[in-house]
């Protein structure tokens, strides 16, 4: 066997359409537990519980006790990024379908990405910033680039406390409805957090959508899409 990680062993865990249909109900950063994880792969419980043993032991979901439950989240940001880049591998390579919906288009708009912002929005901000140098390549990755701290300054959000986390401030993430990227790290969590706080969009219940407002969408492009 050659050296090195064993991709095989997380595309099998992956690949199940069971467990898949787990991880992709997890993907917008919430926790669930195995019964509502069952419902969402469309298994028995304790079939479920089975792929649950094996994507927990597999690295893929932590396990939280809280009193007498215990929720599943994904284990990472990283297990997320890798999900959403498989969507987008699959969007583009899998069968060809008829045209989505309503419901399909508001994902493709705006939806959470584990903690950050997706979607035709997201890439838009991001392609943005990158285009005014507040964010700038560096290597394979993105840094803050001269005019960014004042730039997020200017709308309420201090990047030198994002700077002091241990978490990486910007981060590339591949958006799978769009197959381009869009803004991940403590930055991308932030704005996320900045556009619900204002009240501009609101998270849909049970599901990835943020649905703007029309004031909302207004008020977003003016601050993060500036001409």
């Known amino acids: 066997m050659k050296e090195g990680p064993d991709i095989a062993r997380i595309a099998s865990l992956v690949g199940d359409p069971a467990r898949a249909n787990m991880l992709t109900a997890l993907v917008g950063g919430g926790a669930l537990t195995a019964s509502e994880l069952a419902l969402e792969a469309g298994v028995g419980l304790p079939t479920a519980s089975s792929h649950l043993a094996k994507l927990t032991d597999g690295g893929l979901l932590s396990l939280t006790s809280q009193g007498r439950h215990r929720y599943y989240g994904l284990a990472n940001r990283q297990v997320a990024a890798m999900l959403e880049s498989i969507m987008g591998v699959a969007s583009s390579a899998g069968p060809r379908r008829t045209r989505p919906g309503p419901k399909d288009a508001a994902m493709r708009e705006a939806r959470i990405c584990y903690d950050h912002l997706a979607g035709d929005h997201a890439v838009a901000m ?20 001269k005019q960014g701290a004042g730039f997020f300054e200017a709308v309420g959000i201090d990047t030198a406390a994002l700077d002091a986390q241990r978490r990486p401030m910007c981060r590339s993430c591949l958006d ?7 803004l991940a790290g403590t930055l991308g969590a932030a704005i996320l957090n900045r ?9 849909l219940p049970d599901s990835r959508v943020i649905a703007f407002t ?6 977003f492009s ?6």
Do not use: M, N, Y
Request: positive net charge; charged residues 25%; glycine residues 8%.
């Open 176 to 182: 799978w409805s769009v197959r381009r990227t869009h």
């Open 126 to 145: 991001f392609d943005g910033f990158v285009a005014r140098g507040i964010i700038r390549p560096e290597c394979e990755t993105f840094a803050l680039g």
């Open 195 to 203: 556009v619900l706080a204002q009240k501009w969009a609101r998270r």
């Open 214 to 219: 029309p004031p909302g969408r207004q008020a």
């Open 222 to 227: 003016k601050a993060f899409l500036p001409a």
